[in-house]
């Protein structure tokens, strides 16, 4: 009898359906921190994966109905970013559209897609500075948005409990482009010590790295553990000339050589 249940143990469990694992993972995600960052406030909503063009992903208020005609709000998540940009990022996106949700049951929400001060307060109680360009110094409201994790802050000690019990997300898309390895390339969260989820998968889990094939890139290379990736090339006879000399990024194209100067702030553009 012992012999046999010693051969029990060997057998391993059938693993679920990819939809079992990839849903059951991110509602995981969802309650963890709705208990850690919302004191369970949230009400329960529909996650999706939806591949939005530039987008980590978004909130919907009731977007969905049931037969009964009760209604439920979506978060939606672009799974196209998962194997490039670090876990932590990816849980940030997460976090970022549960602050809308608990804007639209609790709060005031913006006008559209604008990002309110009520909303930053929020992002900023709970360890995730608003910033629009996902970096220090980037305006805090406006209305296409990103973050970065606070070292020390309730987010990341949220995202320890998390990764220590060995969460992580079991699937990926295979085919991101150049712009999504590059984005993952520029998270705030590459830079963050001490914590699970600090890097893009693709360049710290083997297996991955050799089943996802980016799209549209220059050169791909390995440094270390660092996944290397030029820029794309560009084939058209255009140049991009962007202005930083303003709060919100100006950014135009036209044939190379031009010189333009910001009507905002009156400095050059600078090509790039």
């Known amino acids: 009898m012992t012999d046999q249940l010693n051969q029990l143990d060997l057998v391993p469990s059938p693993r679920l359906a990819p939809t079992q694992e990839t849903y059951n993972e991110l509602q995981m995600a969802y309650d963890h921190f709705n208990e850690r960052l919302f004191e369970s406030q949230l009400p329960s909503c529909l996650i ?29 998540m672009n799974p196209i970013y998962f194997a490039v940009v670090p876990i932590i990022e990816t849980l940030q996106t997460q976090v970022h559209e549960m602050t809308h949700l608990w804007q639209h049951h609790f709060g005031k ?88 989820g600090t890097k893009p998968p693709m360049a710290s889990i083997p297996a991955l790295a050799e089943a996802v094939k980016p799209t549209g890139l220059a050169v791909v290379a390995t440094a270390g553990e660092h996944a290397v990736v030029a820029a794309p090339v560009n084939k058209s006879n255009r140049v991009k000339y962007s202005c930083g000399g303003c709060q919100e990024a100006f950014s135009v194209w036209g044939k190379p050589g031009l010189k333009l100067i910001c009507g905002v702030c009156q400095q050059a553009f600078t090509a790039h």
């Open 109 to 196: 929400p913006g006008r559209g897609r604008y990002h309110n001060e009520e909303w930053a307060r929020k992002m900023e109680s709970i360890g995730l500075v608003p910033s629009s360009t996902g970096q220090p110094g980037g305006a805090r409201t406006g209305d296409c948005m990103a973050d970065y994790a606070v070292e020390g802050g309730r987010f990341l000690a949220a995202c320890q409990e998390l990764l220590t019990a060995n969460f992580t997300f079991s699937w990926y898309d295979r085919f991101p482009s150049a712009d999504h390895v590059i984005a993952g390339q520029a998270s705030m969260a590459n830079h963050i010590q001490g914590i699970k």
């Open 48 to 76: 999706t994966l939806q591949r939005e063009k530039r987008t980590f992903g978004y909130f919907s208020a009731a977007r969905f109905a049931s037969v009964d005609g009760s209604t439920t709000d979506e978060i939606a």
